[in-house]
């Protein structure tokens, strides 16, 4: 284990191992900062303030740019994600379409805000800017699928089935 | 090798120059007043506020003076009917941005986006005001960070890097979402990484970081900030 992974509070796994090779593998040079991201997401899910300190340290960048880096992009999570994660598009075209409307219907039934995760950790909403599916508007990605023309049945039906046809727990 | 001396025409005025600088030095070395509220001399220049844009001739394009370079036979305008009109509606947009009340602001009578908007002549906003409700930090001893005041020039951040060389402060999020963090986006007050050596309050052009229990005219001095200036002379 490097000294730099000692100052934070990861534990030494694997994830932690393979997330070394990768940042071996790029020299420890400040330009990889958005791969190395990339795969300390891949292999956690989610980043926290321990990665960010370890990436920060091992490649000699301030926390704060780690940090404002990370957060410039929509796709890089900063919160453990729900077993589901329902992504809606908010671009013009879906905005036009009316996703606004079927993003406040799961809200409500499913006791989520958007960009926040049901409190048994099940569902996670979020919302991003234009997928570059204008055409099919209004999208929702219902955890890996893509749902197009998307009506608020469709993805209230999609959301139950994947839950198993039981509502997320009220908060 | 030596850098080549240039011509060219701010204004109709003919004026030369060195061939590496700026429009906006060159402007300012010939007493040509350019507005700017994110161009600290002694920091990188940025670019971002646009207020400093000109029009060259030949060219459709409008230039952020700060950080184009002059070259030979560039015929600049600085002061068209037409950039006052985009400086008036940068200065409205920013006002209009977050929540700027000068009535109750401890930069009032030493705000340079104040400075500016009284000499633009703006007496009103005409975009709808956002009116934010961002935490205020001041968890900081001597510092307070009030994000409903700032204008995202930056300046704390490149002074906080380039001069002081900790790199505390920095950017998060992007768009009308941008704030300005400390660290990890924690609070001011358990930054193991800043000095506390003020020069983000100093250099700042509103009130968005100020040194607390003290009115900005009280602390802060017009002039540019020596220690952004004397590090040139190093």
Redesign the interface.
């Given at each position: 284990m490097s000294p730099e992974s000692l100052h934070t509070g990861l534990k030494s796994d694997r994830r932690l191992v393979l997330l070394e090779k990768v940042i071996t593998q790029h020299q420890y040079q400040k330009e990889s900062l958005l791969e190395i991201l990339h795969k300390a997401q891949e292999l956690y899910g989610y980043l926290d303030?321990d990665l960010?300190?370890y990436i920060s340290n091992a490649l000699d960048l301030?926390?704060?740019?780690v940090?404002?880096v990370a957060?410039?992009y929509n796709l890089f999570k900063l919160k453990k994600p729900g077993t589901h994660t329902i992504t809606f598009c908010l671009g013009t075209a879906c905005f036009v379409k009316g996703v606004e409307q079927i993003i406040s219907a799961v809200e409500r039934a499913f006791n989520v805000e958007r960009g926040e995760t049901s409190a048994d950790g099940r569902l996670s909403l979020f919302i991003t800017r234009c997928i570059g599916a204008c055409a099919m508007a209004p999208n929702v990605i219902v955890d890996d699928e893509v749902v197009g023309g998307a009506s608020k049945e469709a993805v209230m039906n999609k959301i139950n089935f994947l839950l198993g046809d039981g509502k997320v727990e009220t908060r | 090798m030596s850098v080549r001396t240039i011509k060219l025409k701010i204004d109709g005025k003919e004026v030369t120059a060195q061939e590496a600088d700026t429009i906006l030095e060159v402007a300012r070395e010939n007493e040509i007043f350019i507005p700017t509220l994110c161009y600290l001399e002694g920091l990188t220049s940025l670019g971002g506020c646009r207020l400093c844009l000109v029009e060259v001739k030949g060219s459709p394009k409008l230039f952020p003076a700060c950080s184009t370079a002059v070259s030979n036979r560039m015929e600049v305008i600085t002061n068209s009917d037409s950039l006052m009109e985009y400086r008036r509606m940068i200065v409205e947009l920013l006002l209009s941005e977050r929540t700027h009340i000068c009535a109750v602001c401890v930069a009032n009578d030493s705000c340079e986006l104040q400075e500016m908007a009284t000499e633009l002549g703006t007496d009103h906003v005409r975009f709808n005001r956002k009116w934010t409700n961002h935490k205020i930090d001041s968890s900081h001893e001597n510092l307070v960070l009030d994000p409903n005041r700032c204008i995202l020039c930056t300046r704390c951040i490149r002074v906080c890097?380039e001069v002081e060389g900790?790199?505390?402060?920095?950017?998060?999020?992007?768009g009308k979402d941008s704030q300005v963090?400390?660290?990890?986006?924690e609070p001011w007050g358990a930054s193991n990484?800043c000095t506390s050596c003020m020069k983000c309050a100093a250099v700042c052009p509103v009130g968005a970081i100020y040194i607390k229990g003290k009115a900005l005219s009280e602390t802060k001095d017009k002039e540019l900030p020596e220690f952004v200036l004397g590090r040139r002379c190093r």
């Amino acid at each position: 284990m490097s000294p730099e992974s000692l100052h934070t509070g990861l534990k030494s796994d694997r994830r932690l191992v393979l997330l070394e090779k990768v940042i071996t593998q790029h020299q420890y040079q400040k330009e990889s900062l958005l791969e190395i991201l990339h795969k300390a997401q891949e292999l956690y899910g989610y980043l926290d303030k321990d990665l960010f300190l370890y990436i920060s340290n091992a490649l000699d960048l301030p926390s704060s740019h780690v940090y404002g880096v990370a957060t410039f992009y929509n796709l890089f999570k900063l919160k453990k994600p729900g077993t589901h994660t329902i992504t809606f598009c908010l671009g013009t075209a879906c905005f036009v379409k009316g996703v606004e409307q079927i993003i406040s219907a799961v809200e409500r039934a499913f006791n989520v805000e958007r960009g926040e995760t049901s409190a048994d950790g099940r569902l996670s909403l979020f919302i991003t800017r234009c997928i570059g599916a204008c055409a099919m508007a209004p999208n929702v990605i219902v955890d890996d699928e893509v749902v197009g023309g998307a009506s608020k049945e469709a993805v209230m039906n999609k959301i139950n089935f994947l839950l198993g046809d039981g509502k997320v727990e009220t908060r | 090798m030596s850098v080549r001396t240039i011509k060219l025409k701010i204004d109709g005025k003919e004026v030369t120059a060195q061939e590496a600088d700026t429009i906006l030095e060159v402007a300012r070395e010939n007493e040509i007043f350019i507005p700017t509220l994110c161009y600290l001399e002694g920091l990188t220049s940025l670019g971002g506020c646009r207020l400093c844009l000109v029009e060259v001739k030949g060219s459709p394009k409008l230039f952020p003076a700060c950080s184009t370079a002059v070259s030979n036979r560039m015929e600049v305008i600085t002061n068209s009917d037409s950039l006052m009109e985009y400086r008036r509606m940068i200065v409205e947009l920013l006002l209009s941005e977050r929540t700027h009340i000068c009535a109750v602001c401890v930069a009032n009578d030493s705000c340079e986006l104040q400075e500016m908007a009284t000499e633009l002549g703006t007496d009103h906003v005409r975009f709808n005001r956002k009116w934010t409700n961002h935490k205020i930090d001041s968890s900081h001893e001597n510092l307070v960070l009030d994000p409903n005041r700032c204008i995202l020039c930056t300046r704390c951040i490149r002074v906080c890097d380039e001069v002081e060389g900790v790199h505390t402060l920095d950017l998060k999020m992007r768009g009308k979402d941008s704030q300005v963090i400390i660290d990890l986006d924690e609070p001011w007050g358990a930054s193991n990484s800043c000095t506390s050596c003020m020069k983000c309050a100093a250099v700042c052009p509103v009130g968005a970081i100020y040194i607390k229990g003290k009115a900005l005219s009280e602390t802060k001095d017009k002039e540019l900030p020596e220690f952004v200036l004397g590090r040139r002379c190093r």
